[in-house]
């Protein structure tokens, strides 16, 4: 199972938007709605953010927010704030009980 | 408040087996799955495979077939992830997260706080 694409990095400065794409294929992304996305902070466990690509969380900002086309999934962070600084991870189920997480991609607030 | 708790930081031989606990609270036990994920120094996460709590059904990453045993033990709410064989490669922070019951959704909420496994000879 291939791991999902991802970019390395994306910044944006504080109040602005930015959208993580995460490119997966037909036989995982493309075929389920199954796509989550988490946040992490150095040294701390990972935390979901968005589920079933557009869900999120109690808890959860909404400046927050999942979509899909295709085979892609997004996630868009808008009002960007200093402590959105984290590396994001998407993850979605590729069938047969199995799943893919991307390669993650580290964000900064400029 | 749901919670799960692992077991300490391990340090094992190349060759040697390991395993770790994941000890759950907060909510019934048997209502969820839980999945296992790994993430070496400085990498990425890596899906290593799941279990249900409530029949104990598991599925794992095909790379690490052979090599990994997934059980539960519901007297007691604690998951428990077995490693064999290890490499330093294996070389990881390990968690643990709970996740659906009947299959995995890609829904890890929450998270352990992950266990530190180190192979070295």
């Known amino acids: 199972q291939s791991a999902l694409t991802q970019p390395a990095s994306v910044s944006g400065s504080p109040g602005q938007s930015i959208t993580i794409s995460c490119t997966g294929t037909?036989?995982?992304?493309?075929?389920?709605?199954?796509v989550s996305w988490y946040q992490q902070h150095p040294g701390k466990a990972p935390k979901l953010m968005i589920f079933?690509?557009?869900k999120r969380p109690s808890g959860v900002s909404n400046r927050f927010s999942g979509s899909k086309s295709g085979n892609t999934a997004s996630l868009t962070i808008s009002g960007l704030q200093a402590e959105d600084e984290a590396d994001y991870y998407c993850?979605?189920?590729?069938?047969?009980?199995?799943?893919?997480f991307g390669g993650g991609t580290k964000l900064t607030v400029l | 408040q749901v919670q799960l708790v692992q077991s300490g930081a391990e340090v094992k031989k190349p060759g040697a087996s390991v395993r770790v606990a994941c000890k759950a609270s907060?909510?019934?036990?048997?209502?969820?799955?839980i999945s296992w994920v790994r993430q070496a120094p400085g990498q990425g996460l890596e899906w290593m495979g799941w279990?249900?709590?409530?029949?104990?059904?598991?599925n794992s990453a095909q790379k690490l077939q052979g090599r990994v045993t997934l059980t539960t033990d519901t007297s007691t709410n604690t998951a428990y992830m077995e490693l064999r064989s290890l490499r330093s490669d294996d070389t990881a922070v390990y968690y643990c997260?709970?996740?659906?019951?009947?299959?995995?959704?890609?829904?890890?909420?929450?998270w352990g706080q992950g266990t530190l496994v180190t192979v070295s000879s």
């Open positions: 997260a709970r996740d659906a019951v009947f299959s995995t959704v890609t829904m890890f909420d929450p």
């Open positions: 907060g909510y019934t036990f048997t209502s969820y799955g």
């Open positions: 279990i249900s709590a409530n029949n104990g059904k598991t």
């Open positions: 037909s036989s995982d992304v493309g075929s389920y709605n199954l």
């Open positions: 079933e690509g557009s």
């Open positions: 993850c979605s189920y590729a069938g047969s009980s199995t799943l893919v």
